[in-house]
């Protein structure tokens, strides 16, 4: 139970256009998207961009390695035509493990920022230019990237693991 079962399924505007998803894995929540993707109003796959988070969605810093099939998951989204994009706390040597876990291709930008905040995301927008409707943040903080991510018009889904899994909007 919990309010994010409760609220999963709803949506979050009178035109219904955020619907609020979420998922145990990283795995399951891109299943999610994809299925809500193929259901919902088509656009050019190549207008469709998701934004990740890095530490708790694609990467355990506790364990220090990635999160169980994130690699597989990326190249999956990128070879059904997705672009894919980063969005990361700037932590010492954070560029460097990114390189050293191979996932600097897999991502058509990398941001770096000291203070991750909702214009980090709407610059991703502005200049990838994607059917924002149509597009996705992927993390484990409802108050930070999935609050972002709502209120830019996005598609959210909560990876809820780790340390973040009962937190509140």
Known sequence: GGWSE?????????????RILSAP?????VRSALLA???GIQSMTERRLIIFDFNRTLYDPDRDRLMLA????LRTLRKRGYRLALVAQ??????????ALG?????????????K?????????????????NSYVVGDRVRKEIAFGNRLGM????????RFAQELP
């Open 37 to 39: 993707a193929s259901q």
């Open 6 to 18: 409760a609220l999963a399924g709803q949506y979050l505007d009178q035109r219904k256009r955020q």
């Open 90 to 99: 700037a932590a010492p040597s954070r560029r460097e493990r990114i390189a």
């Open 155 to 162: 598609r959210t889904i909560w990876v809820r693991q780790g």
């Open 25 to 29: 894995t990283l795995r399951q929540a």
């Open 117 to 133: 905040g909702i214009a980090d995301f709407s610059r991703l927008l502005e200049d990838l230019q994607p059917d924002v409707g």
């Open 103 to 115: 996932l600097d291709p897999l991502f058509e930008r990398i941001v770096l920022t000291n203070t």
């Open 70 to 73: 994130a690699q597989k998951v």
